[in-house]
């Protein structure tokens, strides 16, 4: 899935990203920046991420041309 966050607490690690395809809202999950390149994340800021059993947004990455679906990359 894709989306963008809409916030993001670096001290408590709290955030909600809006889902591109439904515009639903995701609460990050507690551990969802562990062994990602992120360390922070910023408002307005386009990843992909996937949803934990608990509907929680966890496996937060960018993504690649594939990923986000641009056309000439798509296969």
Known sequence: MQGVIKSFDPTTGDGVIVCDADLVEYEL????????IFRMLRQGQRIVFSLDENRYATQIR??????MGTPKFLQ
Do not use: K, R
């Open 29 to 36: 999950a507690p551990n969802a920046l562990e062994g990602s």
């Open 62 to 67: 960018l993504g690649s041309e594939v990923d």
